[in-house]
DNA sequence: GCGACAG
DNA sequence: ATCTTGTCGC
C-alpha cells in the first residue's frame, strides 16, 4: 500500500511481480484454454482472533461448477494489521494449494495466477467495476502476477453471475458454512 | 494530534 | 472478519 511503510519481504516480492500477461489463454478472446478458476478465504468466528477455517474451492471454467473443495482449521500466529495482511493469511492458504497438489494433481492450476479481490484497496494498484448489471457497489480488483490488470479485470466479469465472482462467492459459502460447524 | 486503515 | 431473519423486488 503505497503510503505504508515496506518490510524488506514486501519490497522484494513487489520487484518480483509480473504485471504483464505471461499465458496464451490470456490474450484469447474467450479464454480458450482456460480450463478452472479457484478461490481461497478465511472465516473467523466473532471472539476469536487465532482459530480460522481456511478454505479453497477449485470451479470449472467456463461452466464456473464447484470441482473441488477442502476445508482446514487453522491457528493463525500473526496478528491482523492492516497493510500485512499476507504475512497473517497466506501461509494456511498456500498450504490448502498444497493440499490440493497432493490429493487432487489433475486440478493443480497449471500455474499460480494470483487475483486478488478486497471490498476495498489502493486503486492506483487497481480497478473498481461494476461486475453486475445494475450493482451500485463496485468491486475492486487488484494487480495480480503474470496476468495484466486489464485481463484480470475481464476474467474477473467472465466469472460473474451475480455481483460477487462465482469463485469468492462459493469460497465464502463453504467457508461459512463449516465454520458453523466448529 | 489527525487521518488512514485489505481481514 | 463477526454480530442476524425476513422481506421486498427484478
Known amino acids: 500500500m503505497g503510503t505504508l511503510l515496506e518490510t524488506p519481504e514486501q519490497e522484494c516480492l513487489k520487484q518480483c511481480l509480473v504485471e504483464e500477461d505471461t499465458e496464451a489463454w490470456q490474450t484469447d478472446p474467450d479464454f480458450s484454454g482456460l480450463k478452472r478458476v479457484g478461490g481461497v478465504d478465511l472465516s473467523f468466528i466473532k471472539g476469536d482472533e487465532i482459530n480460522a477455517c481456511a478454505q479453497l474451492v477449485?470451479?470449472?471454467?467456463?461452466q464456473l461448477e464447484v470441482q473441488?473443495?477442502?476445508?482446514?482449521?487453522?491457528?493463525?500466529?500473526?496478528?491482523?494489521?492492516?497493510?500485512?495482511?499476507?504475512?497473517?493469511?497466506?501461509?494456511?492458504?498456500?498450504?490448502?494449494?498444497?493440499?490440493?497438489?497432493?490429493?487432487?494433481?489433475?486440478?493443480?492450476?497449471?500455474?499460480?495466477?494470483?487475483?486478488?479481490?478486497?471490498?476495498?484497496?489502493?486503486?492506483?494498484?487497481?480497478q473498481a467495476l461494476r461486475s453486475s448489471g445494475s450493482s451500485t457497489k463496485p468491486v475492486y480488483v487488484s494487480v495480480g502476477h503474470r496476468i495484466s490488470l486489464a485481463t484480470a479485470v475481464r476474467l474477473t466479469l467472465s466469472c460473474c453471475r451475480y455481483r460477487v465472482p462465482e469463485p469468492i462467492r462459493q469460497v465464502n459459502t463453504h467457508a461459512h458454512t463449516h465454520t458453523l460447524l466448529f
Open 58 to 62: 477449485i470451479l470449472s471454467y467456463p
Open 68 to 126: 473441488y473443495e477442502v476445508s482446514e482449521m487453522v491457528n493463525l500466529s500473526a496478528p491482523y494489521i492492516a497493510g500485512f495482511l499476507a504475512f497473517r493469511e497466506a501461509p494456511p492458504l498456500l498450504q490448502l494449494l498444497q493440499r490440493l497438489e497432493k490429493e487432487q494433481p489433475s486440478l493443480i492450476l497449471s500455474l499460480s495466477l494470483p487475483l486478488s479481490l478486497y471490498q476495498s484497496i489502493s486503486l492506483t494498484l487497481g
